[in-house]
Every structure is written in C-alpha cells, then in structure tokens.
C-alpha cells in the first residue's frame, strides 16, 4: 500500500506477489488483523484530525457545503510535505491503508512519481509521470461519473 | 457534521475495508482505490454518501471513496440545473481542490526535494 520510491523497500510491499512469482520466493502470510487494527487506528486518527480541521472551518463561519474543501487541501499539502520529506514513507509501513485510503494517499502517489521522476526533467518526467499512479483513481470516478450524469439527466 | 468520534470510527472502518482487500485478494492499490472512487459514486448517486457525510464529517470527506462521491454530484447537480451538457461542464465542480491541490504541492515538492536513492 506504498507507492514512493521504488529502490526502496517500501515497493517490494506493493508488487510482494509479482515479486514471489518471479522469484519463487515465498513470503509470510501478511499479519491480516495486526495490519486491520493499525489501518484503523490511523486512518481513525487521520480522519480526527481532519473533523477538528472541518469544525474550525465551520466555526469561521464558513457553509457547510465549502467547508470540506480546505480541509480536504489541508491534508494534501501535508501529505506531499512529508513525502517530499521521506516521512510520509516511514508512516506509511506502519498505517497501511489508514494513509493510503484518504485523500493522503492520492497526495502521496501524486508527489512521489512528481519527484522520482524529477530527474527524467519537468516535462517528460514530473509532468508526465505524476499521476502515473493517481490516473486511475480519476479516469474511473469520471467514467463512474458520466454514466450516472447521462442517466439521471435522462430519466 | 459529525464529531470527532463517528469520524474516527467510520473514517477508521473505511480504511480497515481498504486494508482488509489489500491483504486477502490479489487487487493492487490502484485497484482498491479505483474501486473506493466508484464505490462512492455509486453510493452518491442514490445520496446515501451525504448521509455517510452527514454523520461522520471528515470520516467520509477524507476517504477516496469521497472524490467519487463528488464527481458524481457536481455531475448529476449541473445536468439537472443545465440539461446533459451539465455533465460534461459540472463533472469538476466539486473536485477541483483536491486535484488541483495535489497538482501545484506536487510540482513544488519535485522543484524542492530531490529523489531519494
């Protein structure tokens, strides 16, 4: 459930079956419910924190309706600081899921390919290669979204 | 809004879903969060993700599963107000600060930090 660095172990943990079948290595079975109990206790404790972000905005005075939007820009600028910083990585092997499900882990998938690829140049490799990862996420929620928008327009 | 506590609990039980199906079947990250995405949409289209919204705030705001939720609703709200058109022009109504967010930390991330190894 990490995206960043790929010459870093942190990869071998998102292709480990890929990795087994081409090397006839076997790996341990994933400890299922330790990883269960820490993907709740963080993703639990990155969404705290962001109710607390939430009511401070709404306590500004800000609708309900806006008020998920900085929260939510909040969050991103932070989980792309601490990738930057090769923090969000060492998080990461602990939370699992906890970072990889919120908005966190698109943030995360986004910095990391911007910056591993840095070095290809702005153009063909940050440019290009930032949402290498993210892509799916958006192509199927628009896909998702246009077959919903055509049919609720219709009936 | 929710509180801190249905926040911390359904936020904590999306997350423990994502972690679960990552652990137990073959799907990648890029599928789980794929289906997170479509997942919410689907659940928006019916409105039942504004009530999830309604009762666990930034439990259900900060899953992925919000993004599609959203992309729904700016889509099917648009069409309603504009005719099928409104598809194409409110699709990023509401999304637009996440993407557009992760686009400018994550280009200014690549200008400041180097890549590792």
């Known amino acids: 459930m990490i995206y960043s660095s790929p010459d870093k172990g942190a990869h071998?943990?998102?292709?480990?079956r890929w990795v087994s079948e081409w090397t006839g290595f076997k790996h341990p079975r994933p400890p299922v419910f330790k990883n269960a109990v820490?993907?709740?206790?963080?993703?639990?404790?990155?969404?705290?924190?962001g109710q607390l972000v939430l009511e401070l905005f709404l306590s500004l005075g800000m609708p309900q309706q806006q008020a998920g939007n900085p929260t939510v820009a909040i969050f991103i600028f932070a989980a792309a600081l601490l990738t930057g910083l090769g923090v969000f990585d060492s998080i990461a092997?602990?939370?699992?899921?906890?970072?990889?499900?919120p908005v966190t882990g698109f943030a995360n998938s986004v910095t990391a390919m911007a910056?591993?690829?840095?070095?290809?140049?702005?153009v063909q490799g940050t440019a290009s290669k930032m949402f290498a990862l993210a892509g799916p996420v958006i192509v199927f929620g628009v896909v998702t979204a246009f077959v919903i928008g055509i049919i609720s327009a219709i009936l | 809004m929710g509180n801190i506590f249905t926040a911390f609990l359904v936020g904590g039980l999306i997350c423990v879903l994502g972690q679960l199906l990552f652990d137990l079947t073959p799907l990648t990250p890029g599928h789980i969060l794929s289906a997170f995405t479509v997942g919410g949409g689907v659940l928006g289209a019916f409105g039942v993700y504004d009530g999830l919204i309604e009762f666990a705030g930034a439990g259900a705001l900060l899953p992925i599963s919000s993004f599609g939720?959203?992309?729904?609703k700016g889509?099917?709200?648009?069409?309603?107000?504009?005719?099928?058109?409104?598809?194409?022009?409110?699709?990023?109504?509401?999304?637009?600060?996440?993407i557009t967010a992760a686009i400018i930390f994550g280009f200014f991330m690549a200008l400041i930090f180097k890549p590792r190894g």
Do not use: K
């Not at chain 1, 820490?38 to 924190?49: E, K, T």
């Not at chain 1, 092997?93 to 499900?101: C, F, P």
């Open chain 1, 12 to 16: 071998f943990l998102v292709d480990r």
């Open chain 1, 38 to 49: 820490s993907a709740f206790l963080f993703g639990g404790l990155v969404c705290l924190l």
């Open chain 1, 93 to 101: 092997q602990v939370a699992g899921a906890g970072v990889a499900i």
């Open chain 1, 115 to 122: 910056i591993e690829f840095r070095r290809e140049g702005l």
């Open chain 2, 69 to 72: 939720n959203a992309l729904v």
């Open chain 2, 75 to 98: 889509a099917m709200s648009e069409a309603a107000r504009t005719g099928i058109l409104g598809v194409l022009t409110g699709m990023f109504e509401l999304t637009s600060t996440g």
